[in-house]
């Protein structure tokens, strides 16, 4: 079984990768590209379950 701050490492660790691809995503193609918003919008679900689990 995970330890909740494994799970939170876990979590955070998405949330930076995915901050990048996206920050690639909008370099190259412009912030309203579609890759840009897909990415965009997965990091808003992240950050939304990491502020959950902080609750």
């Known amino acids: ?3 909740l701050e494994a799970t ?3 979590l955070h660790s998405q949330i930076e990768e995915l ?3 996206m920050i690639d995503a ?3 193609h412009g ?3 579609l890759d ?3 990415y965009s919008e ?3 679900k992240l950050i939304m379950q990491a502020q959950l689990q902080n609750q």
């Open 19 to 21: 901050r990048c691809l």
């Open 31 to 33: 912030i309203s590209s």
């Open 26 to 28: 909008a370099t190259l």
């Open 1 to 3: 079984m995970e330890t």
């Open 42 to 44: 997965e990091l808003d």
């Open 8 to 10: 939170y490492n876990d």
């Open 36 to 38: 840009t918003l897909r």
